[in-house]
């Protein structure tokens, strides 16, 4: 398949250690999918589907044990300790290397090498980068093929070039005690052990295009962001960019996949979606920030998925996709999930593998982490621009958290360093408010806490920089927070398709069409400059929740002082800064 003297020589090297049976390189063809498919029906590996209602899709169940991204098994392997910051793990590169070469050392004994070379981003993109994982798991190329561009024409491309990441993934036992997600961001390697989970396993993903990107961009003027993007298309066609950060499970998928209101789509506002997980990020020619979603698929949580929440992932869903951990109906070979509909099948099997009623158990059948992988192309508001090599201009970069209290609907920050002080201080509340009590706040520093590749306090001042690089190109910086609760812990603001609302203030905003109150921390719309109309809400509501409450926030500083902390001196003085105005003004 190539003649590229560093991938063949890294081949040999990796063939000789996990001496595996059978070595077949993934070339991108569907009559291989087609086989791999089959051959992990023989096995058992994956159940196929119901071929006239879900064509092409399949069912796969991981280990019980082996159901989630594992934090406190993930390591960032930089030669000095420091430089992977207080909120990593670390392991010495040597030592690592060492022992997860003794724990995949013969364990492809009896099973194939699989080889993927994959683009993550438009094969050819100036933005895109290659990498090539090896794996024992047929799971695994099938989720790869969907999640990335595969095959023969990403080793054309790549010619004799050494720039690519290696990617060594060997399931090994599936011990938990002998799992480790280990990233070399110095060699741009990983290495994943004993896992057959998604997030552990697919090496493009967050492995790659957050902790090993973010690495690389800061070393060449990029930014690698756990971003969705989408596209806002107004009524005479012109459509704005935005990009926005939320920590897992605050709604990523929905808001990239959002169906305005009827008072909107009626005059023919529409929404495009172009990611919904990751953004890379590099200025372009014309000096704006281009950005490109590097995957070309969905790996979404299942649960909660449904035709009110989110109509166009469930449509993404309906064709070649693989359900991982979900329930099999076995009525009528279908998936089933939580939140999917009111219909539980009785004659089902639950996501462990066991008979599962889903009118009388009273445990839950799908895994609430169950996933769907989904082919981009599926979605039916996927961007024109999704394949476009040049990305797309970011108009505007929105943060967001969970939070009952404190921050308001919508606030614009005052300028790029003020945005990167917003971003930095992004929280979420961890448990449920039902009684309309303050969840304990956990900060994720632009949703990027688990998957930053190098040292925190020196990734705030890579976005620092990519202010002075973008200069007054730079895009407005926002934070919105959907999740305000009342006393009785009711949501105060609908969400889902009205969050439409907040962007259309946010597009008028990056176009100067629309005013705002400067706050103490940042500018807020007035209650009047929300669209309400179609919406049964009170204005007075609408108020509460865009009110900036200086005594709350004065409390709010206090964390975030405590907080940076933690990245002692090499937290940018220009966040310092941030802060101490940030406290005069709530002051004053
Ligand atoms: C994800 C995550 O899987 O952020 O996307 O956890
Ligand atoms: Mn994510």
Redesign the pocket.
């Known amino acids: 398949m190539t003649n590229n003297k560093s991938v063949l020589k890294w081949l040999d090297e990796m063939q000789a250690l996990l001496t595996p049976d059978k070595v077949v390189w993934i070339d991108g063809s569907k009559e291989q999918v087609e086989a791999l498919r089959a051959e992990a029906c023989e096995t058992g590996e994956m159940i196929k589907l119901n071929q006239e209602k879900l064509p092409e899709c399949y069912l796969h169940r991981t280990a019980v044990n082996d159901v989630?991204?594992v934090e406190g098994r993930t390591f960032i392997c930089s030669k000095k300790e420091e430089d992977a910051g207080p909120t990593n793990n670390w392991m010495d590169p040597e030592k690592a290397y060492k022992m997860l070469f003794d724990i995949a050392r013969g364990s492809y004994k009896g099973r194939t090498m699989y080889i993927i070379p994959y683009s993550m981003g438009p094969v050819g993109s100036p933005l895109a980068q290659i990498g090539l994982e090896i794996t024992d798991s047929i799971y695994v190329v099938l989720n790869m093929d969907i999640m990335t561009r595969t095959g023969k024409a990403v080793l054309d491309t790549l010619g004799d070039s050494e720039d690519w990441i290696k990617g060594l993934h060997a399931r090994c036992d599936i011990d938990e005690e002998k799992r480790y997600i280990c990233h070399f961001p110095e060699d741009n390697y990983i290495i994943s052990v004993n896992s057959g989970y998604?997030?552990n396993v697919l090496l493009g993903?967050?492995c790659f295009a957050l902790r090993i990107a973010s690495y690389l961009g800061k070393q060449n003027e990029w930014m690698a962001e756990?971003m969705l993007i989408l596209g806002i298309e107004d009524p005479s066609g012109n459509v704005t960019y935005v990009s926005a950060a939320f920590?897992?499970?605050c709604g990523?998928t929905n808001l990239a996949m959002l169906i305005p209101p009827e008072g909107y789509t009626s005059k023919g506002y529409k929404v495009w979606t172009v990611g919904d997980?990751?953004a890379w990020m590099r200025k372009g020619e014309d000096g704006k920030l281009y950005a490109i979603n590097p995957e070309n698929g969905f790996?979404?949580?299942a649960p909660g998925t449904n035709a009110k929440s989110n109509p166009n992932a469930l449509a993404s869903t309906m064709q070649g996709t693989i359900f991982t951990n979900v329930v099999h109906n076995l009525d009528d070979n279908t998936v089933w999930w939580e939140g999917l509909d009111k219909n539980p099948p009785e004659n089902a099997v639950d996501w462990v593998g066991e008979p599962w009623n889903g009118k009388t158990s009273d445990k839950k059948g799908a895994h609430p982490?169950s996933?769907f992988t989904a082919p981009a192309k599926n979605c039916p508001c996927i961007s024109s621009e999704f394949d476009s090599t040049k990305g797309v201009p970011i108009s505007a970069i929105i943060f967001g958290g969970r939070r009952a209290q404190t921050t308001p609907l919508v606030y614009q920050s005052r300028d790029w360093n003020n945005g990167v002080f917003v971003g930095s201080i992004m929280a979420s509340e961890t448990t449920a408010a039902a009684t309309g009590a303050v969840g304990v706040v956990r900060r994720d520093p632009m949703?990027m806490l688990?998957?930053c590749g190098y040292h925190m306090g020196d990734y705030f001042k890579h976005w620092i920089d990519m202010g002075e690089v973008l200069g007054e190109n730079a895009p407005k910086i926002f934070n919105v927070n959907w999740f305000r609760l009342d006393d009785e812990g009711n949501f105060l603001w609908p969400g889902f398709g009205d969050n439409f609302r907040v962007l259309e203030w946010i597009v008028k905003r990056c176009n100067g069409e629309a005013d705002a109150n400067e706050t103490a921390i940042g500018y807020v719309p007035a209650a009047e400059d929300i669209n309400l109309e179609g919406l049964d809400m009170d204005i007075d509501v609408l108020k509460s929740i865009l009110e900036v409450d200086n005594e709350k926030w004065l409390k709010e500083a206090e964390g975030i002082e405590e907080f940076y902390e933690k990245f002692g001196d090499r937290l940018p003085q220009e966040l310092r800064d941030q802060l101490s105005s940030l406290k005069e003004r709530l002051s004053k």
């Open positions: 989630a991204r998604g997030g993903k967050k756990h920590p897992s499970a990523k997980d990751i790996f979404g949580v982490n996933r949703a688990p998957f």
